[in-house]
């Protein structure tokens, strides 16, 4: 793969980060709080949800590794998140819930938009060669992307998503016990990232098969 592929990545990378962090924002205004408006973050430029590491430096690094040692590609990167103040949510625990839920969704939602348009693509001009293929890539790219973001950010792991719907879920003392573990939440990422990490991104593969297949058709992996 190289830089041109990466190029193609970032418009959908961009697109699939400031839809999640949006969905985040909108909800909580729903659910009673309206902070992520008061900071400017309720909007779709995405230069609001920029975060110098997550959204730059790391896919950055990631990309330069990759073409310079001719291995596999890998492509992750994350947004500034979005504020929510729990005090002014109207039922704090289930609104968190719907919250955290949100963003996945978003991505999903997202995945399944790109596929749509990826079918519609091919079924005009059938599988593309040349700079055609671009936009089909490109295409294919927000499907991947999308779904990678959304599997991930649904592992039961602080600080994901995942962990916040799962400590909504489960009662109050035992809610409790788990939004005790948020203030590690970093180091237990990592570690949990690393010690498992053949097993979470098993898991994560299983789930971009299977909906990049359901959203785009069997034609997704020519593209990626």
């Not at 948020?182 to 971009?208: K, P, Q, S, T, Y």
Request: hydrophobic share 55%.
């Amino acid at each position: 793969m190289g830089l041109e592929r990466f190029l193609l990545l970032i418009p959908p990378f961009i697109f699939a980060i400031t839809i999640h962090e949006y969905a985040h924002g909108w909800v909580a205004e729903r659910r009673g709080d309206p902070t992520a408006r008061y900071m400017g973050r309720l909007t779709f430029n995405p230069i609001a949800h920029i975060d110098p590491f997550g959204t730059v430096l790391l896919p950055l690094a990631l990309i330069l590794i990759s073409i310079g040692t001719r291995g596999a590609p890998f492509f992750f990167g994350y947004a500034k998140p979005v504020p929510v103040d729990v005090y002014n949510l109207r039922n704090p625990k289930q609104d968190m819930v719907w919250i955290s839920l949100s963003g996945p969704l978003s991505n999903m939602c997202g995945a399944l938009g790109a596929g749509i348009v990826f079918r519609l693509l091919l079924a005009v001009t059938g599988v593309p060669e040349g700079p055609l293929a671009a936009i089909h890539t490109m295409f294919a790219y927000a499907v991947y992307i999308n779904l990678l973001l959304a599997a991930f950010n649904l592992l039961p792991v602080p600080p994901l998503d995942g962990f916040h719907i799962l400590c909504g879920l489960l009662p109050d003392e035992a809610a409790g016990v788990c939004r005790g573990l948020e203030r590690h939440g970093f180091f237990i990422l990592i570690a949990v990232l690393f010690l498992g990490r053949f097993l979470i991104w098993g898991i994560i593969g299983v789930f971009i098969a299977i909906f990049g297949t359901l959203f785009a058709g069997p034609w997704l992996g020519q593209f990626l």
